[in-house]
């Protein structure tokens, strides 16, 4: 299915830029919390481990909808969401990305 996306959505008529796919291997990172990580109720983290998150970045909204209203993109992505018990997405503005500068 990603390699449906990037092949067929992949131009500025279709908006796509890019995707990252991302697995929760549950574990919390001792330096990266805010909170003491061994205080912390591990509830959804262990509940969540094996969990994949699929992440698209796209030039408009309206692309990423048209991509999914797509015969090409449904057939791929209605066999994906036989294995999956949640599958919603969930929207996000980015504030902020950025490299190191050289």
Same mark, same amino acid.
Request: aromatic share 12%; hydrophobic share 30%; glycine share 10%.
């Given at each position: 299915?990603?390699?449906?996306?990037?092949?067929?959505? #992949?131009?500025?008529? /279709? /908006?796509?830029?890019?995707? $990252?796919?991302?697995?929760?291997? #549950?574990?919390?990172?001792? @330096? #990266?919390?805010?909170?003491?990580?061994?205080?912390?109720?591990?509830?959804?983290?262990? $509940?969540?481990? #094996?969990?994949?998150?699929?992440?698209?970045? !796209?030039?408009?909204? @309206?692309?990423? @909808?048209?991509?999914?209203?797509?015969?090409?993109?449904?057939?791929?992505?209605?066999?994906?969401?036989?294995?999956?018990?949640?599958?919603?997405?969930? /929207?996000?503005?980015?504030? !902020?990305? /950025?490299?190191? @500068?050289?």
């Amino acid at each position: 299915m990603c390699n449906i996306v990037k092949n067929n959505y #992949g131009d500025d008529n /279709g /908006g796509f830029i890019g995707g $990252q796919v991302f697995k929760n291997d #549950g574990f919390i990172s001792a @330096e #990266g919390s805010v909170q003491d990580p061994n205080k912390a109720d591990n509830k959804r983290v262990d $509940q969540n481990t #094996g969990d994949l998150v699929i992440v698209t970045y !796209w030039q408009s909204f @309206e692309q990423h @909808e048209a991509s999914h209203a797509d015969q090409l993109f449904n057939d791929k992505f209605s066999q994906l969401a036989k294995y999956c018990d949640n599958t919603y997405e969930v /929207g996000y503005s980015m504030l !902020w990305q /950025g490299t190191p @500068e050289h």
